[in-house]
C-alpha cells in the first residue's frame, strides 16, 4: 500500500486516509533513531537530493538524517556555489540533477508554486520542503505526528494557530491537514497578519489572544518573520509580544494538558517566553526528533518503496 503518487508539493490533495497512512509508516521508523545503529537498508540504492535554495538548517539536516537513515546516497545541492547564480533556471537545474540518476528531490524554493513547476518538468519524485509563503507540508505532518504521540484524538481537537499566518506556509499546510482531519482550527493575530479570505479554508479568526486560547488543546505558535513582513505590520516587536506573546499565564486560560508548539526558529521573549519554551507542556524539541521519523516515512512511500 503506498501513496500512489509521485510527488509530495501540498496537503490540499491528500486525503484523510493518506495523512493516517504517513503516520503510521513514521511510528515503523520512529524506533529506529533509538537504536545504536541508526540504520534500515530500505532505499539502499536510492539517490536523494536535497534542493534547497533559502536557508535552512532544521529541514535540511532533518531530511538528509531521514534520508541516510533509510541507506540512501544524499546529495546536498547548494544553488549559491553553483551554475544558478550564472543564470540557470530551476528547472535546467533540477534536470542535470536528475540526469545523475535522482530518485527523489526534496525542493526549498522562495517562490510559491516552484515545486509543482518542477514537478511537471522532471521524471523524479519532488518533496516541498516548504515554497515561498504557499505551503511546508512535511512540517504540518510531523506537527500531527507530534499531537497524535500525545494520544490526542483530531476530531474536535481545538487548536490555536497564532501569529503571521498570512506570512506563514506552515500555518496553511496544518490548516488544510486539520480541517481535513476533523479538528477545530483558530487562528490568531493582528489583523495585518491574518488574510482576508482565510474563514473560508473553515478556520475561525480571532484577533485577541487571551479570547482565543480558551478551551483549546494545542497552541501552535507561529515563528515572527522579522526578515519578510514582521516590522511593517505591527508598531514595535515589544507591543507583538504584549498582545501575541505566549506566557505561562496564557497558557493557563487552554485546556488543563493542553501542549504548545513551534516550528522553529523561535524569538524568545517575542511570540513565546523562555519559560513557555521550556516548560512541560512545550513540545517543540519533541517536534524536532519527530521530523526523522515522518520524513524517513514520507521518503520511503515516495521511493515506491512502500
Known amino acids: ?65 531521514a534520508a541516510k537513515r533509510l541507506s540512501a546516497d544524499v546529495i546536498n545541492f547548494s544553488p549559491s556555489s553553483s551554475s544558478v547564480v550564472k543564470g540557470e533556471t530551476l528547472l535546467d537545474t533540477a534536470r542535470n540533477i536528475e540526469a545523475m540518476q535522482a530518485d527523489i528531490i526534496v525542493l526549498r524554493h522562495s517562490s510559491a508554486g516552484a515545486a509543482e513547476t518542477l514537478a511537471r518538468g522532471v521524471k523524479s519524485s519532488v ?67 491574518i488574510p482576508l479570505q482565510i474563514s473560508q479554508l473553515g478556520v475561525q479568526v480571532y484577533h485577541n489572544l487571551d479570547e482565543a486560547l480558551r478551551g483549546v488543546n494545542v497552541i501552535m505558535m507561529l515563528r515572527l518573520q522579522l526578515e519578510r513582513q514582521g516590522r511593517a505590520l505591527f508598531p514595535t516587536i515589544r507591543e507583538y509580544a504584549r498582545h501575541y506573546g505566549l506566557t505561562g499565564e496564557r497558557v493557563k486560560l487552554a485546556e488543563p494538558g493542553a501542549i504548545v508548539m513551534h516550528p522553529g526558529p523561535i524569538n524568545r521573549g517575542v511570540e513565546i ?14 517536534q524536532v526528533a519527530n521530523g526523522v521519523a515522518v520524513r524517513m516515512g514520507i521518503l520511503y512511500l515516495m521511493s515506491g518503496a512502500g
Do not use: C
Request: cysteine-free; glycine content about 6%.
Open 1 to 65: 500500500m503506498g501513496l500512489k503518487r509521485k510527488d509530495l508539493l501540498s496537503l490540499t490533495n491528500l486525503s484523510a486516509d493518506d495523512i493516517t497512512l504517513i503516520l503510521e509508516t513514521a511510528d515503523s521508523f520512529k524506533e529506529v533513531s533509538g537504536r545504536e545503529i541508526k540504520k534500515v537498508p530500505a532505499l539502499r540504492g536510492k539517490t536523494v537530493v536535497n534542493l534547497f535554495f533559502e536557508p535552512s538548517t532544521r529541514t535540511r539536516t532533518s531530511f538528509e538524517l
Open 127 to 193: 518533496i516541498n520542503a516548504g515554497d515561498g509563503w504557499h505551503e511546508h507540508p512535511t512540517q504540518a505532518l510531523l506537527d500531527l505526528y507530534t499531537i497524535r504521540s500525545r494520544q490526542m484524538g483530531f476530531a474536535g481537537l481545538r487548536v490555536a494557530i497564532v501569529g503571521d499566518v498570512a506570512h506563514s506556509r506552515v500555518a496553511r499546510s496544518n490548516i488544510f491537514a486539520l480541517t481535513k482531519l476533523g479538528a477545530e482550527v483558530r487562528v490568531v493575530g493582528p489583523p495585518t497578519m
Open 273 to 286: 517566553a523562555p519559560d513557555v519554551a521550556d516548560s512541560l507542556s512545550s513540545v517543540i524539541l519533541d
